[in-house]
């Protein structure tokens, strides 16, 4: 009998527990979000959802399984007050695995470094229709992983919208990263011994668009057949850019099933500006799926022991040099159809006597070379 008396009341607790609601948190009646994480079991699935505007530091520390959702309009706004100790982001995510974000706003001001971090190794985090103003956006560190769909990043304070630090890798789906005129210096996709695979996003006015340095990497794939687009876009009404991508210091960018587009890239005076420039030990590897046009200086630039591919890319209309290649560095292009080409620049193809262009039968529409070391072919004849 007492047996089956608890049994009863342990089924009859387990299903008011499942049918429960799920608790709302209005911001705007005083509640807190911090206050309605501490009351949850953080080793159990739960879910939490907020309205109105939370003027707070959140943090969501060692939590596995957890959904934070705003509905009508939500927002984490910093509060005016000086940021808790070690903390230097308005949203923080620590040393959890399995959360979701989604469906809110997060505003900053100067004082803080970054609207929202995901660090200490945390796992599986997916931020879903998120959108952050002020500081930098999104900053991931130590090793952690992240999906980043759709998120809408205004920079107005710091360096970069999305930046990935320590071995932390993100897959980041659609989503705008802009700026406002100003007379800052700024990036897209600040990846710094990180991976980042990028599909559908767009940066817009950014010094740096996308900046990969110390040995990181981007991809630049069709990987997700459910994301609203697939090329990566990256366009300068302003102006205002110096680097459609900057590849440095043993670091790779590989473009592959979706296209990355540059325009307006650069600086009139020249220089190094431009599309892109890997240089420093980097690689390129563009297949087919390159298309810079338009840019105010050069259009791709390989410098200073560097590596670039091609295999049906398009550089046009860069006021100075289409495909630059410098410094002990090579470029290559492979049989394609269509071919690579690369036309109607100030200089299409130049090269220094120490640096070579291999593969040119299988460039089309180069009318102005300086180059000297042109291999028609991807090798020198082999023995």
């Known amino acids: 009998m007492m047996r089956a008396l608890a049994l009863a009341t342990l089924l009859l607790s387990t299903i008011c527990a499942a ?6 948190v209005d911001c705007n009646r005083g509640r807190s979000l911090n206050a309605a994480l501490a009351k949850i079991n953080k080793f159990s699935p739960a879910t939490v959802v907020f309205t109105g505007t939370c003027t707070e530091y959140v943090t969501v520390d060692g939590f596995n399984n957890l959904t934070l959702t705003g509905v009508q309009g ?11 100790t070690n903390s230097a982001f308005v949203l923080s995510v620590k040393a959890s ?19 929202i971090g995901i660090v200490g190794g945390s796992t599986d985090i997916m931020l879903r229709d998120i959108t952050t103003d002020g500081a930098w956006g999104i900053v991931m560190d130590e090793a952690s992983q992240a999906w980043i769909v759709r998120a809408t990043v205004n920079l107005a304070y710091g360096y970069a919208a999305i930046a990935l630090f320590d071995q932390s890798d993100a897959h980041i789906v659609d989503g705008l990263l802009q700026r406002p005129a100003s007379s800052g210096f700024n990036a897209g996709l600040l990846v710094e011994s990180g991976h980042a ?13 996308i900046n990969v340095n110390s040995s990181g990497s981007v991809d630049v794939s ?3 057949p459910t994301g609203g687009s697939v090329n990566v876009i990256i366009d300068n009404p302003s102006g205002t850019n110096y680097y459609g991508a900057l590849v440095s210091d043993g670091s790779s960018l590989n473009i592959s099933s979706a296209k990355l587009l540059i325009t307006n890239a650069g600086q009139p005076w020249g220089g190094d500006t431009g599309g892109v420039l890997v240089t420093n030990g980097s690689t ?9 046009s338009g840019s105010q200086s050069q259009g791709v630039v390989v ?11 398009s550089i046009t209309g860069s006021a100075h040099g289409g495909l630059v290649v410098a410094n002990l560095s090579t470029a290559t292009a492979h049989s394609s159809n269509p071919l690579t080409v690369i036309g109607s620049n100030g200089t299409d193809l130049f090269c220094d006597s120490r ?9 089309a529409n180069s009318s102005v070379v300086n180059c000297n070391n042109l291999i028609p072919g991807i090798y020198q004849n082999l023995p």
Do not use: Y
């Open 19 to 24: 049918a429960a609601p799920t608790p709302t």
């Open 74 to 84: 939500a927002t984490i706004q910093q509060p005016n007050t000086t940021p808790p």
């Open 97 to 115: 695995r399995s959360v979701t974000l989604s469906e809110f706003a997060v505003h900053s001001q100067a004082s803080v470094f970054s609207c």
């Open 197 to 209: 695979t990028v599909q559908g996003l767009t940066i817009r006015d950014m010094q740096q668009s």
């Open 222 to 224: 069709h990987f997700d």
């Open 284 to 292: 390129l590897s563009a297949g087919s799926s390159l298309v810079v």
């Open 303 to 313: 410098s200073n022991n560097s590596h670039a591919e091609f295999g049906g890319s």
């Open 355 to 363: 640096s070579q262009i291999a593969g040119t039968v299988n460039i």
